[in-house]
Every structure is written in C-alpha cells, then in structure tokens.
C-alpha cells in the first residue's frame, strides 16, 4: 500500500459512530507530517501497545459467519482482515529491523491483495491475534529503546520513497487503528 493511501487517526475512542462517510477509510487519512515529536513518537508507540487487546476484543464472540463477512461492499473479511493485520506487522516489524542494522536498505514490497487469497486465510483468527499480540510485545519493547540517533534512520520503499523509523512507527500505529476500525464499524452497523 502506498503511503499516500494511508489515513490520519484520531487517538483509540472506544466508542464508534454507526456512520461513516468511507467506509474504506474509517478513521480519516493519514497525513505524512513534516516534523514527528517525542510526544507523538510516544503515542503511536502506546497505540501498539494497546493494538493486539483492541483487536482481539473486537472480535471477541465473533461467529464463523460473522467472521467471514466483508466490512464493506468488496473489502475483505473480518477473518483477512485480522490475518492481513498479523502480515503487514510482521513486514513492518522487519523492515524496522533493517532499517536500524542497515544503512537505508531498499525494503521489498508484497501484494497484500494476492497474500490475503492465499488458503491461510482461513485459519482460526486466534493464531493471528496470539501472532500479534507477541509481535507487537516485542515491537514495543525495541521501539522503547531507541535513541535520537535511531528514530531517524529508514529505509527505502522502491514505490513511496524514503521511511523514518519514527514515520513507520506513526504509519502502523494509525494502519492498526485503521483496521481496528474497519471491524468496530461493521459491529455497530450490524448490531453483532
């Protein structure tokens, strides 16, 4: 997905309006800052912390026909939207990596499209959501870490262009919120 897909979000609100105006995009675009502070770093960093449990209540008592329904008209499901999640964050958490052992690598890009058909798809939500839950644990912990110097080193996406460590960090934290959203949006709607 290319960065300028992305959306702004708003922090966690625990509550979620039955109406939304793009049912694509929830939470509102993400808008590439020009500075990133502390303060924000911080947040984002509480924000994927915080993911794997609002994921998980999310989907908490979910049926398997509930779970195989798509949030929108020609989105995906709940159960690939759970398991793209638990992707996305392991490419994420990856690319991070090399990014702060690296100088600047060309990351690789997937087809998140042609990764969500693939039959593991279909598995249980709950290998996904225990996949998050440790991914995000250690995540945070490396996250915390990081010194002045760390935050700004990157690498290069072969479509949008150079990422800060500190840019991935706001862009995941808003991508979890993001699909966090997409599945309190269709419960509401549906009143599950």
């Known amino acids: 997905m290319l960065l300028e897909t992305w959306l702004e979000t708003p922090d966690w609100s625990g509550e979620m309006s039955t109406r939304v105006a793009d049912l694509s995009y929830p939470i509102?675009?993400?808008?590439?800052?020009?500075?990133?502070?502390?303060?924000?770093?911080?947040?984002?960093?509480?924000?994927?912390?915080?993911?794997?449990?609002?994921?998980?209540?999310?989907?908490?008592g979910l049926n398997s026909g509930q779970l195989n329904t798509p949030y929108r008209e020609g989105g995906w499901t709940v159960r690939q939207l759970v398991h793209h999640i638990a992707d996305s964050h392991m490419n994420a958490f990856v690319r991070v990596r090399l990014a702060l052992t690296e100088d600047w690598p060309t990351i690789k890009p997937y087809d998140e499209g042609a990764w969500a058909m693939l039959h593991d798809s279909a598995a249980p939500v709950e290998w996904s959501l225990e996949l998050v839950e440790s991914l995000h644990a250690r995540w945070v912990m490396m996250l915390q870490s990081l010194t002045e110097e760390q935050w700004r080193q990157g690498y290069r996406h072969p479509e949008s262009g150079e990422v800060t460590v500190e840019l991935a960090t706001l862009m995941y934290a808003w991508h979890s919120r993001h699909h966090v959203a997409h599945i309190t949006h269709l419960r509401a709607m549906e009143d599950w």
């Open 28 to 60: 509102g675009r993400f808008e590439r800052p020009e500075e990133i502070t502390p303060e924000e770093r911080r947040n984002a960093i509480a924000s994927l912390a915080e993911m794997p449990e609002e994921l998980r209540n999310a989907v908490e």
